[in-house]
């Protein structure tokens, strides 16, 4: 089977029925000819439709996946990324809006390109958690906006757990400030009630921790924990000589 060849798209339209063949070919177990086809379907499409037309497309293709849970289809396919080609246009469109701080461009940057590997700014041309927070602190910052910033302070305070009570993977310092950060959200702005619970968590499990430390372990971390009705499944550390 062959998959159908670029023919001039030019419209929204055309845009999604040349991811759709990719989508056919690629599910029906024709990887190789799917990426070869949508490599081809992407730069015929950029070259042959004006850059106003291009940033529409992508504009209504970024809102569609990032505030409308549309395109499923496509993100669940692979690693869960946007195809190469396609990631590289949608790139581009993104960069230069969050270049000039554009929203809701840069949450929706962050929601495609901030967690997973991004081959496209190899050397971090952009600090992805700044161009949140940036996001966060503009004026048209909403409550999607507000849900990722905080859900991202909650995963500092996640990684720094981690090793729970052998060591904290991040500093004093580090832990102050994301706790200052915290607060200032919770003072600012409505997070769900879901995110509060897990942030009090977290500062109930840190408190544990550090009162663990100064007493020199000589006070049992798990049943500070359960004191303070919380409970602590560590992660088994493994050591190599």
Known sequence: MEIGEYKGHNTYEDWMSGLTLYLDGY????????????????????????????????????????????????????????????????????????????????????????????????????????????AYEHKECDQKTVDLYFSEILEQLYWGSHHFPEGCIITRDTYEKTIKTAESVLAEKPVPKKLQKIYIYYCKLYKCFYEYKESGGEKNFFELCEKAGITYKSIPTYYYQ
């Open 27 to 134: 599910e029906k177990g024709l990887k190789k000819q799917a990426n070869a086809y949508i490599s081809k379907f992407v730069t015929g499409f950029e070259h042959s439709v004006s850059k106003e037309d291009l940033q529409s497309v992508l504009e209504q293709f970024c809102r569609e996946i990032c505030d409308e849970g549309k395109h499923s289809r496509l993100l669940n396919r692979g690693n869960g990324s946007l195809p190469y080609d396609i990631g590289r246009v949608v790139w581009n469109y993104l960069k230069s809006q969050c270049e000039s701080e554009s929203m809701p461009h840069m949450r929706w940057a962050f929601q495609l390109f901030g967690k997973n590997y991004n081959p496209f700014n190899p050397q971090l041309e952009l600090d992805m958690f700044q161009i949140l927070k940036k």
